[in-house]
C-alpha cells in the first residue's frame, strides 16, 4: 500500500470512529420529571428537574440544560429566554428559577447538551399558587424534539 493509500485509510477509520461516537450519543434518550413550586413572588417557581436515561432510567449526569419556556396558546407573544440549569443535590437533578408573563399553561423547553443531546418538552400549568398538569388541549402530541 503506498503513503497516499495509506493515509486516504487512515482518514476514513477516523471518520468512522467519529461517526459511531456520534451515533451512540444520540441514541441516549432523556426522559424529564418536572417540578414547580411557587416561590412567593408573582409569576416565579422554582423548578426541579429529574433526568433520566429514557431506556435504563439512570440518572443523566454531565449535561448542560437550557430551560425555556413558551405559552402553546400563544407561541410567539409569551416567552421566557431560555436560562442554563444548576445542579441539584441529587444525581440527574437540575434546578431552575421561572419567571413567567402570566398565568396559564406553559410548554417546557429543556435542552441538553455535552454527552446526551435531546431536548423534551414538558407542558404544565401554572397558577398563582401551584403547579400541575396541562389542560388536554395544551400537551404536545410528543414529549421529544430533535
Not at 58 to 80: E, F, K
Amino acid at each position: 500500500m503506498t503513503g497516499a493509500g495509506r493515509l486516504q485509510l487512515l482518514a476514513a477509520l477516523a471518520i468512522a470512529v467519529c461517526f459511531a461516537g456520534a451515533l451512540r450519543a444520540a441514541e441516549v434518550r432523556a426522559k424529564a420529571d418536572v417540578t414547580c413550586q411557587p416561590t412567593g413572588e408573582p409569576l416565579q417557581y422554582d423548578c426541579t428537574i429529574r433526568l433520566t436515561q429514557a431506556r435504563t432510567g439512570a440518572p443523566l449526569t454531565d449535561v448542560t440544560m437550557m430551560v425555556g419556556a413558551d405559552m402553546p396558546s400563544m407561541p410567539m407573544m409569551h416567552n421566557v429566554r431560555p436560562m442554563k440549569a444548576t445542579a441539584g443535590r441529587e444525581s440527574g437533578s437540575y434546578e431552575a428559577r421561572l419567571d413567567l408573563e402570566m398565568t396559564g399553561d406553559w410548554a417546557l423547553r429543556i435542552d441538553l447538551t455535552g454527552k446526551v443531546r435531546d431536548r423534551v418538552v414538558k407542558v404544565l400549568r401554572f397558577e398563582e399558587d401551584r403547579v400541575g398538569p396541562a389542560t388536554a388541549s395544551a400537551k404536545p402530541p410528543s414529549e421529544h424534539k430533535r
